[in-house]
């Protein structure tokens, strides 16, 4: 319920009423002011807006970095507005101008993008980054390489999925980040690894496996990437030949239908986990069972990194 004492928000020359416990994105959504978003749980910062006037509620400048908060950026879908706020656009520099170099098929329902970006991003395989089309529809995907290479599952009805699989080389998008912490640093290059997710969260555990590689990393590496049958499975030919090349590297390729559930499989191979360091990435589901798996194997919660892919909420 309204009241004369609720926040308005003013976007552009649009003052904007919010009712009784909404958030910034409910309210210029509902004012048909088309705000790019996805997760709405802050996650995917897709919905990132910049304060020009009034207090920013400290929650909802949750996960910014510090020089985004600085300048007043928030997230609209963690925003609960205490008193009016003007509120712009992200400024030149949070997004920037990109365009699409190559896309193929690495499955059946599994789209290999590549993008070129217009000035360096800063980022590193396994982060992951917002894409958004010309129109402002945006949708997160992880890094799995150097060269912005993204898995994009193509969904029945997905706007941005089926918008990838027509578009050409060339074609212009605008991205921001990166974001996330689920990403290789040397440490100990001696430490064993264990890689696990399922579906197309195979996107950030590639990048990180070959930068682990790449940065010389001599432990033991361990790589499951589950699916519900071997359709699910992609870079399957690429993975074995580094399992191949690299003697430190250990591919298994996990089915439901023939190994059971990933977590059980996991602690089947690896009943004991001590010192290990962890990464998990994929549905929210699995993410959760793998990190308590992993964790009741004796890995040091601080020692597991995490990416949870969550979904968006209008396709």
Wanted: proline share 9%; aromatic share 6%; glycine share 10%.
């Amino acid at each position: 319920m309204s009241s004369a004492n609720s926040p308005v928000l003013h976007w552009e020359d649009t003052p904007v009423p919010c009712l009784e416990g909404d958030t910034a994105l409910e309210a210029l959504l509902r004012a048909g002011i088309a705000i790019p978003h996805s997760c709405r749980a802050g996650a995917c910062q897709s919905c990132l807006v910049q304060a020009k006037s009034g207090a920013v509620p400290a929650a909802a400048q949750q996960g910014l970095k510090d020089s985004l908060r600085a300048q007043n950026y928030l997230l609209a879908c963690l925003c609960r507005p205490e008193q009016d706020l003007t509120l712009a656009p992200p400024g030149q520099g949070v997004r920037i101008p990109a365009f699409l170099t190559e896309a193929d098929w690495l499955s059946d329902s599994v789209l290999r993008v590549r993008l070129a970006a217009s000035e360096p991003l800063g980022h590193r395989p396994g982060q992951y980054l917002t894409l958004f089309r010309p129109d402002g529809l945006g949708r997160s995907y992880s890094i799995a390489g150097d060269d912005l290479e993204l898995h994009v599952r193509r969904i029945p009805g997905g706007a941005m999925s089926n918008w990838l699989a027509e578009a050409q080389p060339g074609d212009a998008v605008t991205i921001q980040g990166p974001a996330g912490d689920c990403f290789y640093t040397p440490g100990d290059p001696t430490q064993p690894m264990l890689l696990a997710g399922a579906g197309t969260g195979l996107a950030p555990l590639f990048g990180i496996l070959r930068d682990a590689l790449r940065q010389g990393h001599q432990g033991p590496i361990w790589l499951y990437h589950g699916a519900l049958n071997e359709r699910g499975l992609y870079l399957t030919t690429e993975l074995q030949a580094m399992a191949a090349e690299y003697p430190n590297f250990a591919y298994r390729p996990a089915l439901l239908d023939r190994d059971g559930p990933l977590p059980e499989l996991i602690s089947r191979d690896h009943p004991k986990l001590n010192g290990w360091r962890g990464f998990v990435c994929g549905d929210p589901t699995i993410v959760n069972m793998l990190r308590k798996r992993l964790f009741l194997g004796g890995m040091a919660s601080r020692a597991i990194s995490a990416d949870a892919f969550l979904p968006a909420t209008l396709k």
